[in-house]
C-alpha cells in the first residue's frame, strides 16, 4: 500500500511568514510542502515563482511538491529545480507530447508528476504511468482556494489507483479537509493536498493531524 502523505499547500498560508507557517505544519507531522504555481492564463489567479520556492527550501527539510499551473512549464522547469523543487508536477492539458516534458523534469534531478483537471479524462495520464512519479487529480477547477470538493473526481482517483503500481503516488487536490480526506483515501489517493483546511485552521499542527487520522482510518475500515 502507497504511503500517507499530507501536503499542506501555502496557497493559503501567511507569505508574510513563510518559516513560521512551515514550521507549523511540520509540527503537526506534514510530508510535503505543496506550491501551487499559477500564471494567470491557465488558471484565472497569479500566485508566485521560483524565488517562493527557493525561499521555502530555504526553511524546510521538507519535499517541496510544485504544481505548475502554466501554460508553458518546459520553459521554466530549470528554473524550478535551481530553486530546489523535489517533484514537479504538469498539466496533462496544457502539452502536445506530456512524455517528453516528463522525461526532462526527471533528467534535471526532481521527481515527475502529471496532473488532470475535473473534466479532463484519465486517458490523459494513463499512458504515462511508468514516466511519472506522482499523479495528481484536482478535485476542484484549479485557480482559487477554499473551492467546494467535487466528488465525481473519486472516480479518477480509483482508476488511476488501481492502474498506477505502488511506487507511484495518486496524489488529490481541492476542497480536502476533515469531511473529505476520508472518501479520498478510500478511494486511492495516498498524498493529500489542503490549503484552507489547514492554514485556515486556528491550530495548524492539530489540522495536519487530524487529516493524516482520517485518512488513515478510512483506509483501515476499507
Known sequence: MRELKIAPSILSADLSDIRGQVALVEEGGADYIHLDVMDGHFVPNITFGPVVVKAVKSVTRLVCDVHLMI?????????????GAD????????????GATLDRIRALGMKAGLTINPDTPVSAVLPYLDRVDQVLIMSVFPGFSGQKFI???????????????????????????????G??????????????????????PGACRMLRQTALEARRDG
Open 71 to 83: 501554460t508553458d512549464p518546459d520553459y521554466y522547469l530549470e528554473a524550478f529545480a535551481a530553486a
Open 151 to 181: 466528488p465525481e473526481v473519486l472516480k479518477k482517483v480509483e482508476a488511476v489507483a488501481s492502474a498506477a503500481g505502488d511506487r507511484t503516488d495518486v496524489e488529490i487536490d481541492g476542497g480536502i479537509n476533515a469531511r473529505t480526506a
Open 87 to 98: 517533484i514537479c508536477t504538469v498539466h496533462a492539458e496544457v502539452l502536445d507530447e506530456p
Open 183 to 204: 472518501a479520498a483515501a478510500r478511494a486511492g489517493a495516498n498524498v493529500l493536498v489542503a490549503a484552507t483546511a489547514i492554514f485556515g485552521s486556528d491550530d495548524i
